[in-house]
């Protein structure tokens, strides 16, 4: 016999996630710096990372908060430091407790933005070099019209010179004609000059 379960209906599960809220700042590029910083922290164990670009934050499950901010403020020392020239940003660093649709929502639309970077790139690379081999063959198009113009204005003035000497041809054929005397005419004529 087998047990029957009842299911609660609607139960919504949270999960705590650390929130990095950038302050200062309004540009994406931003939230993926502190993202990759953050995965390139190997003493830091994030299962799940995603950026929230309306509200500028940075969504990690499966860490500490003080972990997180250890490595926040190294960042951020890092960019006032590190040859930027001052470049200061403030962060805020929370704990919230966020419901699993919302994590997985954002992570799909990160992922979705980023899939669609790449294919705008990869689309870029193609026209430029549909742009490069377009110039080429266009180039190549018109070097080819040339000769093909010289060729065939040296055609037409061949065929006009053919017509020229086909038709001086045909003048020579008509006066040879009128010199091809049968060998016993030009005899009859030489006897009649030497008789008379």
Same mark, same amino acid.
């Given at each position: *016999?087998?047990?029957?379960?009842?299911?609660?209906?609607?139960? !919504?599960?949270?999960? #705590?996630? =650390?929130?990095? &809220?950038? @302050?200062?700042?309004?540009?994406?590029?931003?939230?993926?710096?502190?993202?990759?910083?953050?995965?390139?922290?190997?003493?830091?164990?994030?299962?799940?990372? !995603?950026?929230? #670009?309306?509200?500028?934050?940075?969504?990690?499950?499966?860490?500490?908060?003080?972990?997180? $901010?250890?490595?926040?403020?190294?960042?951020?020392?890092?960019?006032?430091?590190?040859?930027? +020239?001052?470049?200061?940003?403030?962060?805020?660093?929370?704990?919230?407790?966020?419901?699993?649709?919302?994590?997985?929502?954002?992570?799909?639309? !990160? $992922?979705?933005?980023? #899939?669609?970077? $790449?294919?705008?790139?990869?689309?870029?690379? @193609?026209?430029?070099?549909?742009?490069?081999?377009?110039?080429?063959?266009?180039?190549?198009?018109?070097?080819? +019209? +040339?000769?093909?113009?010289?060729?065939?204005?040296?055609? =037409?003035?061949?065929? &006009?010179?053919? !017509?020229?000497?086909?038709?001086? *041809?045909?003048?020579?054929? &008509?006066?040879?004609?009128?010199?091809?005397?049968?060998?016993?005419?030009?005899?009859?004529?030489?006897?009649?000059?030497?008789?008379?």
């Amino acid at each position: *016999m087998s047990r029957q379960f009842r299911l609660e209906q609607k139960k !919504t599960t949270f999960e #705590k996630v =650390v929130v990095v &809220k950038i @302050l200062q700042s309004k540009g994406y590029g931003d939230l993926l710096k502190i993202r990759d910083h953050l995965r390139h922290q190997k003493h830091i164990k994030c299962e799940n990372i !995603t950026l929230c #670009k309306e509200e500028m934050e940075v969504l990690i499950t499966g860490s500490n908060k003080k972990d997180i $901010e250890k490595a926040i403020h190294w960042h951020a020392k890092g960019l006032r430091n590190a040859g930027h +020239g001052g470049y200061r940003i403030n962060f805020k660093v929370e704990e919230r407790e966020i419901t699993l649709e919302e994590i997985v929502k954002k992570k799909l639309e !990160t $992922e979705f933005e980023e #899939k669609i970077k $790449e294919m705008k790139e990869d689309r870029n690379e @193609l026209e430029a070099k549909w742009s490069k081999n377009r110039k080429e063959m266009r180039h190549t198009i018109d070097k080819f +019209g +040339g000769k093909i113009r010289k060729q065939d204005s040296k055609i =037409v003035s061949l065929q &006009k010179e053919k !017509t020229k000497l086909d038709d001086n *041809m045909s003048n020579i054929r &008509k006066k040879l004609k009128t010199y091809q005397i049968p060998f016993y005419k030009i005899g009859w004529r030489r006897f009649k000059q030497f008789v008379s």
